[in-house]
């Protein structure tokens, strides 16, 4: 039986109000496991963090790698049959982690984000292969992960070229936090 704190914000109610996400509403289908181009490298699905964080399993839902191997490419969301945004509810499971001192699962994952931050401030999207380039160059790791770029790139997973937005000027307000 899980037991709750009366009276106390509970880690669902804490990530459904900073990601104004509904992830009540996940049925558990998979289906956004099936998508997902990382989860090979996460020790939980998509679907099974939101199992944790509706479980009440705070710690365990703060200390998983998934939630920093999750680049926010919305491919999960994308599959979703009740288009929930779960980059969305993976951010707000970083910025929880941060902000309450958790042990970050994934070494040098901050650099990675700062990568994935830098491509959407570029372009308005992520470019993955831009993100993955720029990382394994900071790093000086260029072939530990090659057969998974390579499994990407022949899914179509990674264009090689950016796509971009149109309106430049909106990614520049949303940086500048206006």
């Known amino acids: 039986m899980i037991n709750q704190d009366e009276g106390r914000q509970t880690l669902a109610d804490e990530i459904k109000a900073s990601s104004g996400i509904n992830f009540n509403a996940c049925l558990h289908c998979k289906t956004c496991a099936n998508g997902c181009p990382f989860l090979e490298g996460m020790d939980y699905a998509p679907n099974?963090?939101?199992?944790?964080?509706?479980?009440?399993?705070?710690?365990?839902?703060l200390k998983c790698s998934t939630i920093w191997v999750c680049v926010g490419c919305n491919t999960c969301s994308s599959c979703c049959p009740?288009?929930?945004?779960?980059?969305?509810?993976?951010?707000?499971?970083?910025?929880?982690?941060?902000?309450?001192?958790?042990?970050?699962?994934?070494?040098?994952?901050?650099?990675?984000?700062?990568?994935?931050?830098?491509?959407?401030?570029?372009?308005?999207?992520?470019?993955?292969?831009?993100?993955?380039?720029?990382?394994?160059?900071?790093?000086?790791?260029?072939?530990?992960?090659?057969?998974?770029?390579l499994k990407m790139l022949k899914k179509r997973k990674l264009d090689l070229t950016p796509s971009k937005v149109q309106d430049k000027k909106a990614i520049e307000k949303i940086f500048k936090g206006k």
């Open 48 to 61: 099974a963090v939101i199992r944790l964080i509706q479980f009440g399993m705070e710690e365990e839902a």
């Open 82 to 149: 009740m288009a929930i945004d779960i980059p969305a509810v993976m951010d707000g499971l970083r910025h929880k982690a941060l902000e309450k001192g958790v042990k970050i699962a994934e070494p040098d994952v901050l650099n990675f984000h700062t990568e994935v931050l830098n491509t959407v401030k570029k372009y308005g999207r992520t470019h993955k292969l831009e993100i993955m380039m720029r990382y394994k160059l900071k790093k000086m790791d260029f072939f530990s992960d090659m057969g998974v770029g």
